[in-house]
């Protein structure tokens, strides 16, 4: 990809330095208007982030950590910015985890005549192998933790264990519809486990009512046998379900090959335009490259990528001169392992970085709604005082808490402001972990929005200190 | 369709009715936001209005005034309100215009070798036909009515005007873009027939970049000539003026084939639950039954009808009660006439009705934004006073002015105030009035938060009055 500067583009930068002069530092509304405006202008015609997502998912595709693809979104990112002409473009070496899945994913009911039900399943991610040929026993259905602990071991052991609580659709921020179902996938193959149980599966974490597996990953406990784990479709879930009421118990064949690799080297991408006046203060704006092995990652979390990269770009469009280093970090492993987001921490830390904020878009490509703060209470008013620069069709409210798991480091070792980019979230679980998180799911202009809301906020951040 | 009473909703009613007695009028926080959050979660949960959408686009289809599929809308929507077991459900009479789109739209660029380019084009709606076997003519281009103007007589006579100024994509709500660019459609073609033109093709009116024509009305002046108007897909008038760039003038052979039928009887549907303390005052929410007839209708304004009739619906099943008489209103023939609208408004005065307010859903089927209101200062301050009520990412901001096509005639005439559901627009006008206003692009939950919106509103309505 090649610069792409153009006589209009210069003409523009040329324009906005003659109607925004250098301020005395307590800055104007109107000319943080003319210029938010301007931000929003930029990115809605040119539409940058949404062309840079069309090649990262069609182009590279799916970019778990060690794997090909994350390899060349880790080069490609990096000549994407150098070929705008950042002022600096990084890596940071990180070494994270390599899971593979298995050619083989299978599961299905075996009917007491011997007749089979075929069911939609896919590896939960870092599930370790079945034995070759699969494991067939009895399943026992649950509808979480709390009913499995319950049962006793009596009645799991040697069983596959079956999470079927589904996502509870009544939250409106659908978020927390996620983080009250996820347990089953995260926490449930250790605890079943314990009870001696050959495996499990899962009804997948998910809004939609279709057949398509939502991975993700687990967390195998020390100490404690790992055993496969697998998750169904909606409808495969609800299949399995009514065969249990409909017959009683029942046998279930579950195979799945995936595997293990030695850590891989690997890295974090990061781009930077100097500041003029504090050079040495930064602003993190970031999303993670790495994702699910299913399909693109587009928002999950291509989009992240393309807002971080797009922000610093738009403003560089408009010929914007920041007082502080903006920086867009292009985090590794935030699936599977948070390594590029720790190693990014530990980094500023060992260099005696001084950062003013971070910044994380996480939650798809969707309309924006919103950024959640974690800081002090002063610097939390001092954002939300900021809103009414913000179209409320885009950032319409400022919320306490929130930041990003990549970023989430920063704060906790350092107390560094972190702010999450909330985003519109109805359709994210539909999509997030499986196939369907493909570019056609990705609308232009609400990517877009979320790219300008970023390059507003960072800003104001940059303008206004925190 | 079968009323839905089961045991479990008739406990709902009466747990509901149990934690919310009767209050003194004055209401209280705690209450309001118990009941606002049982709504969201019936509408979350049941999806009735998905579920009545799936029925509207993919049973009866296109609804355009004067249809058959018109026809069975009015019906269905009848017995839908009836099964729900609403308290009274009646049509009222209304004739319509009726345009029938021809079975020819063919459009082609021919190139001096006599070779031909075909473009992708559809009738604008209400366009007469090209005389059989279609008009060939130089076609001349402009951005708009202004530079038509400025042309003058001799340079438009026996041409095809081009009206090729796109949709400015810059502004956050998409419907200030359409506003900017939808006159070529609607004026164009009378201004062109005013000058001698022989015909008139637009460049759709859309955010997308696709080649799917979109159609909509247009207004012929009285006693200026009806000449015939069609609207290109983007990439078809890209083409056009690519070809007219390179190789000079052209000529465009442009064939229609629609017609104009005598006016036809159709109907406003409404549905009431009657108010136990003011049954004489009226809340109307509505949105309007025809649709255009390239597609479904679903977004428009298919989701305005299923969010009335959920709302009502949402309203019942959690048990509430009333204060006020509210009204489901599904207007006929916005599209191309505002007849259902102005006779409702007419019938409401001759019939001495007291409306206390009317709302309308007719921004398609996305997550909503915030509410526009054209009423009294006071009003509208007391409407922003119940934001609180509302997540902020369904309502998330109260404007001034805004309302709807069919509930303004109820403004302008008697001063009724309106309010108009603002929904999330960005992907509103790629599919707006062309094929791709189908089912399979409306979010379920998406629509249901509209749905709930309205619920919500219409509770504190009813409760606080305006």
């Known amino acids: 990809m090649k610069p792409q ?48 997502l069309d090649h ?4 590279i595709g799916p970019r778990l950590s060690g794997s ?23 890596l ?45 026993a009895e399943v026992v259905e649950v509808q979480g933790l709390e009913e499995l602990t319950a049962l ?43 009870f001696g ?32 784990a697998a998750a169904f479709g909606v409808q495969s ?23 293990w690799l030695p850590d891989a080297k690997s890295h974090n991408v990061i781009g930077e335009l100097r500041g003029s006046e504090h050079p040495d203060e930064i602003i993190v704006v970031g999303g993670h490259l790495d994702s699910w092995d299913l399909a693109q990652g587009a928002h999950d979390d291509g989009a992240g990528c393309v807002h971080a990269i797009g922000a610093l770009r738009a403003l560089q469009r408009i010929g914007y001169k920041p007082r502080r280093t903006l920086r867009a970090v292009m985090f590794m492993n935030e699936e599977n392992g948070l390594r590029g987001g720790r190693r990014y921490a530990a980094l500023a830390l060992e260099n005696q970085e001084k950062h003013l904020a971070a910044i994380e878009s996480d939650a798809g490509g969707f309309s924006p709604r919103g950024f959640g703060v974690t800081a002090s209470e002063a610097a939390i008013d001092k954002i939300r005082s900021w809103l009414p620069h913000f179209d409320p069709n885009t ?50 202009r609400e990517l877009e929005l979320g790219t300008g809301s970023l390059a507003a906020l960072i800003y104001l951040l940059d303008k206004y200190g925190l």
């Open 237 to 259: 879930a609800d299949k399995l379900t009514e065969a249990l009421r409909a017959r009683g118990p029942l046998k279930l064949h579950l195979e799945l090959s995936g595997c």
């Open 56 to 59: 990262l998912s069609n182009q």
């Open 5 to 52: 500067y153009s006589l209009a583009t210069l003409m523009l930068g040329l324009f906005l330095l003659a109607v925004f002069p250098a301020d005395d530092g307590k800055g104007s509304g109107a000319e943080d208007s003319r210029i938010i405006k301007a931000i929003f202008d930029e990115v809605l015609v040119s539409a940058e982030s949404y062309k840079l």
């Open 68 to 90: 090909e693809g994350a390899a060349r979104a880790v080069q490609w990112t990096k000549e994407v910015m150098l070929g705008y002409g950042f002022d600096r473009v990084f």
């Open 395 to 444: 950032i319409s409210y400022i919320e306490a808490g929130g930041g990003g798991a990549d970023i989430n480091p920063l704060n906790k070792s350092q107390g560094i402001p972190v702010i999450g980019l909330i985003t519109d979230s109805q359709r994210y679980f539909d999509v997030h972990h499986s196939e369907h998180d493909h570019f056609g799911a990705v609308d232009r």
């Open 92 to 136: 940071q070496d990180v070494m994270v985890p390599h899971w593979v899945r298995g050619a083989v994913e299978t599961a299905h009911i075996v009917l007491p005549s011997g007749n089979r039900v075929d069911l939609k399943v896919t590896a939960i991610g870092g599930s370790v192998a079945t034995p070759e040929g699969g494991v067939t």
């Open 197 to 228: 149980a050959a495996a499990v599966v899962i009804r997948s974490v998910t809004t939609a009512f279709d057949d398509a597996p939502h991975t993700g990953m687990l967390s195998y406990k020390p100490d404690i046998d790992r055993i496969p």
């Open 152 to 194: 006793g071991k009596q009645r799991v052991a040697g069983k596959i264990v079956f999470y079927n609580r589904a996502f509870d659709q009544r939250s409106v921020h659908t978020g927390r519809g996620y983080g009250g179902a996820n347990d089953q996938r995260v926490d449930g193959p250790s605890r079943a486990a314990e």
